[in-house]
Structures are given as C-alpha cells and as structure tokens.
C-alpha cells in the first residue's frame, strides 16, 4: 500500500527553484571559461579591487603630464578613501542621530557690537583680511575686551604682550564663543592656539561652576594635535591662563596632557581626580578611551589643531575611533593650514553648520593651485 504510494507521489519544486533548475539546464554546454569572465566583470564593476583601480588610473594618466596626474591621482584616491566613512559615534550611528543645530553658549557680545551692521561687518573683514563663509557669521571684534573675558585672563593677556587680536583671533574667537563649530584656516604662527584655547577655558569655567567635575570623571573639552611636541606647547598655553583665573577666586580647573611616551601612571593619577580639559596626540588619547580608562561622556568641545598634518600622518582611523566614544553633541573646530578634498571630507562630517574662517597666507601651499617651476639659462 505504501509502496504504491510513494509510486505516484510527484515532489513539489517551488517555482523559484524550477527556474533556477531550468537555466542551469539552457547554461549546460556553454564554455564555463566565459561564464567566469563574465561574473569576474560583473564583480570587477561592483567591486573593484586595488589592483585593477591601479592599472585604471595609470590607463588614464599615460595622456596627461606629472603635476595633473599627481593632483588626480590624489584626487581619486582620497574619494576611494573617504566615501563612507564619518565621525560620528557608534551611539550616534545606531539610534539615527544627526544634529542639526549648533549649541548655544550664554556668551554675548555687548550691544552696540551685535547692532553691527552686516555692511560694516564685512567692512572690518575686508580691512584684516578675513574671509568668511558660512550662515549667520558672528560680528567680528576688534578687541579683546568686547570678548568679554574675565579680567584675569585680560591681565595675561596683556603681560604677554598680546594687546590686539590678529586677523584669526578678531573672527574665530567670536564664531567659537557663540558656540558655533568652526573651519580655521590659518598660517603657523597667525596666534590660532589662543582662538580654541580661551573659548575652551570659558566654556570650562562655566560647566564647572553649573555642575562641578567629580572623582575619575572626565573632561569638558578636547584638543587633538598632530606631536607630541605641539600638544606640550598647547598644553602650557592651557596653564598659563588657568593658573591667574585659580587665584582670583575662580574654580579649579585641572588640565591633562595625554600624551605617548610618558608614564600612563602619572597621566592616571590626574584622571583619577577629575580633569577638565585634555590636550592629546591621538595614539595614546584612543588607548586610554578603549581600556575605559578614560570616556567622553561629558566632553563637549573637540578641538582637532593641524588637522591636514592629522591626516598625512595617518591619525584618520584613530580621529574616527576617538569621535566614536563621544556620547552627546559636542562643538567641533578644526584648524587646518590647507583644504584638501580629504579635510573637507572630514569636517562634513563632523561639522554642524560650521563657519569658515581663512587667514590663509596668499598662495600657500594648496592642493588647488598648480605650481609650476621655469627653468631659465642665467645671462652672462
Ligand atoms: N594677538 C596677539 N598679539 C601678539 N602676539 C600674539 C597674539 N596672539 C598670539 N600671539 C603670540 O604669537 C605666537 C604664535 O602664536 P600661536 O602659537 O598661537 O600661533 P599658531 O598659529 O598656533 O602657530 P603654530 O602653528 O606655530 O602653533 C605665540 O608666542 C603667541 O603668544
């Protein structure tokens, strides 16, 4: 009876599988060499590898000359290199999260300054050489004293001889006071250091006085630098303008150097108090957030200082893992001495309707300005 059964049972193939059984059926007899060439192109094009991305620019660059090929080499490299990758962090990417808006401070400067006509605000640009971009561009300020800060780092300002601002100075510190994320694009030299370190002091002072930094928490604010060498000088400015605030009365603030090649221990005795402001190279700054030593859960001020050297000494990858530890909103500022495509890239995506603030020298080096060099035979 069973066998009887079983005689006339015929199997059910779903549909999709009938065709999949058909097609291999048509493909019986067709050399597997094309198939496989065909499939490799199909792949090639989807996903190309290194290899064959290589041997297509040097197809395209045999008809152009060196300099062209070097700036379209770059070129194309760097979008391979940056397309998805972003600074945000992993919470950030998980829950959707993108901000929109900057973060407003309580900073404002007095009347008759944000009364300033957008006719003579580009005026005063003009007259020191500013170029700006970006929506709603806070009034320049031609003086420290209208930045509104307390007296003692006005008096230490003026004992080291610093009495007007530079052309950096007059525009990036009210972008950053207000609260706004920032581009500077300035020269060595030009006095940027001052631009994100008073901001970050300021906005220090004020976090520490709402709600004050307790044992083992961690800091308001963050400047990443390129060396170790720059992040010491950084630092120092950092101190000396925290040492006169402390002994006028106002709050404690403790300042880190985060830096490599010096003893972990002592750097973690500082964390273990509290601090509120650290200066880092990248390398260590990322050992200590992935052994939880260290967290960004109350940061919310980044400074990336030098950020094309950043880049061209391979900090990219670790910049994204710091970023990724960053729990809420934070201002963003990036100081650049050129705009490549790929600093471009990265402030995209780290920016929140950012301002852009150039005091770039003339014809400094650029990734946009072809440089040529003549030769000429010296006359006797
Ligand atoms: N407004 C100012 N007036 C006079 N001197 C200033 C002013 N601002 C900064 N300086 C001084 O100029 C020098 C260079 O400033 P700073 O280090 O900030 O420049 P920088 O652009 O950061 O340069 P670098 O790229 O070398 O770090 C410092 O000694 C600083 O104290």
Known sequence: MEEKEDFGYVEYIPVKRRRLME?????????????????RSKLTESNPSLLFKVSQLKRKFSEINPTEQFIQQEKELIEHLSD???LVSVSELAKGITYTEPLVTGWKPPLPIRK????????IRKQWNIVVDGDEVPQPIKNFEDMRFPEPVLKKLREKGILKPTPIQVQGLPVILSGRDMIGISFTGSGKTLVFVLPLIMMALQEEMMMPIGNGEGQFGLVICPSRELAKQTYEVVEQFLMPLKENGYPELRPLLCIGGVDIRSQLEVVKKGVHIVVATPGRLKDLLSKKMMNLDNCRY????????????????DIRVIFSHFKAQRQSLLFSATMPT?????????LVKPVMVNVGRAGAANLDVIQEVEYVKQEA
């Open 116 to 123: 300033m006509s957008s006719r003579k605000c580009d005026s």
């Open 23 to 39: 097609s291999q059926k048509f493909q019986k007899g067709k050399s597997s060499t094309i198939e496989y060439e065909f499939e």
């Open 84 to 86: 998805k990758k972003t």
């Open 342 to 350: 790929k600093i471009q890239n990265l402030a995209t995506s780290a």
């Open 302 to 317: 980044v400074t990336l200082d030098e950020a094309d050297r950043l880049v061209d000494l391979g900090f990219e990858d």
